[in-house]
Structures are given as structure tokens and as C-alpha cells.
């Protein structure tokens, strides 16, 4: 176990709806980044976050949004889900500076 | 275009067997090469780290390789265990990007009895 925590771990919304991940990072982890990963394809990367801020996105729109908290756990919010939205959702914690990233176990959303 | 390739996609193997899974990639500036495990479901687990300085990194069963020259390398699995189905994932770290990473798609193996 890498001491990363995601809830909920299954989801199913409909379309149009709005949702949110949560992610526990590893202790004394300042740094979150969240990847989205469609069945059969790497994780793609959506943000992350460092001491409350984002620090850097990937190709995702707008209604992909995030928070970190002041114990570093972060949210994941996606407003007006589309279908293609159906994904395993992975949150990873590390260090700053380009540290190993620690995994959690993920959160399958589905979007019908 | 940062992208890194892997290949094949799928594999099935005997239980016991060896079998050695490839990656490519076009990434720069290079920081290191992991090999992820990830398990249906699951979130990856790090096998090997690898900086462009080192040729073999193994853990266990796994032994990894790097060609920093022709931007190749390879995941060896020897003697395959039924618990060594999984996807196992190429990653590339962009250097000083605050560790961003590159996903290659996976390759899925499957072990069978």
C-alpha cells in the first residue's frame, strides 16, 4: 500500500451531472497530481497541485477543476459530465521537486 | 511531441515462462524511466527507477534496461507467475518540469497456468 487514500472507489453519475474525488496524499506529501485513465490507455494528466495551488494542467477543459486543501488532500471536480468522462481517476502524491509519485488505488467514475 | 510507445499491447505467456515487454519514447529533456505494475482497477505500483546513467536496474523477478542513446527500453520478466498478470506501464519524467510525467499506453499480460 502506498498510503494514498481515494473515495469514493466507484461512481456512477449521469450525464450533465457534477462530480467530486477525493484524495489523501501520503504523509508529509505537499504535491497532488491527478490523471485520468480511459480503459486501455495510460493515465493522462490532468493538474497538480502544490501548497494550494495549481501547478500545472494537462490538455483537459475547464469544468475539470480542482482544490488542495492545508493538509495537502485535494479534490477532483468535473462539471457537466459527458459520457467520455467514464474513467478510472488516479490521484498521486509526492514530494516537490520531481519526487517519485505514489499512487492511490483510483476511482471509477461512470457517466451514463 | 513527448510520447512514448510501448509494445505489444497484449500479451499472453505460460506460467514460468520469460517474456520482455518494449518501450520507445520521444521525451526531452529526460529526467528518468520508471516501469509501473497496475493491477485491474488499481492504482500503478513502481517497479524499477531508472536515470539516463544507468543501463539494468532489477528488482526480483524484474530486471529493466535503458538505451539512452537510441531512447529504448525493456522490462524483463523471469520466470512469469500467475500474479504477474497485470498492465505494466512505461512512465518518462520530464527533467525539471516539476516531475511531470509521460504515460506510455501499457502493455497487458496475461499468465496463464
Known amino acids: 500500500e502506498t498510503g494514498v487514500t481515494q473515495s469514493p472507489t466507484h461512481l456512477i453519475k449521469t450525464r450533465g451531472q457534477q462530480v467530486t474525488l477525493r484524495c489523501s496524499s501520503q504523509s508529509g506529501h505537499n504535491t497532488v497530481s491527478w490523471y485520468q485513465q480511459a480503459l486501455g490507455q495510460g493515465p493522462q494528466f490532468i493538474f497538480q497541485?502544490?501548497?494550494?495551488?495549481?501547478?500545472g494542467r494537462g490538455n483537459f477543459p475547464p469544468r475539470f477543476s480542482g482544490l488542495q486543501f492545508p493538509n495537502y488532500s485535494s479534490e477532483l471536480n468535473v462539471n457537466a459530465l459527458e459520457l467520455d468522462d467514464s474513467a478510472l481517476y488516479l490521484c498521486?502524491?509526492?514530494?516537490?521537486?520531481?519526487?517519485?509519485?505514489?499512487f492511490g488505488p483510483g476511482t471509477r467514475l461512470t457517466v451514463l | 511531441k513527448n510520447q512514448v510507445e510501448q509494445s505489444p499491447q497484449s500479451l499472453i505467456i505460460l506460467e514460468g515462462k520469460n517474456c520482455t515487454l518494449q518501450c520507445n519514447y520521444t521525451v526531452s529533456p529526460f529526467s528518468n524511466l520508471r516501469w509501473y505494475k497496475q493491477d485491474t482497477g488499481r492504482g500503478p505500483v513502481s517497479l524499477t527507477i531508472?536515470?539516463?546513467?544507468?543501463n539494468t536496474k532489477s528488482n526480483g523477478r524484474y530486471t529493466a534496461t535503458l538505451d539512452a542513446d537510441t531512447k529504448q527500453s525493456s522490462l524483463h520478466i523471469t520466470a512469469s507467475q500467475l500474479s504477474d498478470s497485470a498492465s505494466y506501464i512505461c512512465?518518462?519524467?520530464?527533467?525539471?518540469?516539476?516531475?511531470?510525467?509521460?504515460f506510455g499506453q501499457g502493455t497487458e499480460l496475461s499468465v496463464k497456468p
Open positions: 498521486a502524491s509526492s514530494l516537490a521537486g520531481g519526487y517519485e509519485q505514489f
Open positions: 512512465v518518462v519524467i520530464l527533467y525539471n518540469q516539476g516531475g511531470k510525467l509521460i
Open positions: 497541485y502544490y501548497r494550494e495551488e495549481e501547478n
Open positions: 531508472m536515470t539516463f546513467s544507468e
